[in-house]
Nanobody, 124 residues
Framework: QVQLVESGGGLVQAGDSLRLSCAAS????????MGWFRQAPGKEREFVAA????????YVAGSVKARFAISRDNAKNTVYLQMNSLKPEDTAVYYC?????????????????WGHGTQVTVSS
């Protein structure tokens, strides 16, 4: 069992940066692939970024690839999402998720544990 708690969201202006954190508790965090997803009002949850268990492989959605980066610190049981040059269309609830597969899946169904999300609001 893994518990995930996101933090770092908030209200920012377009062009600002935010770093989201996802703290994991439970066993064997370093064995899990980790992902970030987001869900805007009235829209489906969409993939943002993923990182393999070792951190050696990452994948970021094309729509944000130039602005977002994912990283992890297994010693701290934490995964991060660095978001730069934020735009109003980035406004969403951002969720952290853990995959027992250990790799970098994009599908929500590949993830076994989810956090409750953190709100990011970008004003124009």
């Amino acid at each position: 069992q893994v518990q995930l708690v996101e933090s770092g969201g908030g209200l920012v202006q377009a062009g600002d940066s935010l770093r989201l954190s996802c703290a994991a508790s439970g066993r064997a965090f370093s064995r899990y692939g980790m992902g970030w997803f987001r869900q805007a009002p009235g829209k489906e949850r969409e993939f943002v970024a993923a990182i393999s268990w070792s951190g050696g492989s990452t994948y970021v959605a094309g729509s944000v690839k130039a602005r977002f980066a994912i990283s992890r610190d297994n010693a701290k049981n934490t995964v991060y999402l660095q978001m730069n040059s934020l735009k109003p269309e980035d406004t969403a609830v951002y969720y952290c998720a853990a995959s027992l597969g250990g790799s970098t899946p994009m599908a929500t169904t590949a993830y076994d544990y989810w956090g409750h999300g953190t709100q990011v609001t970008v004003s124009s």
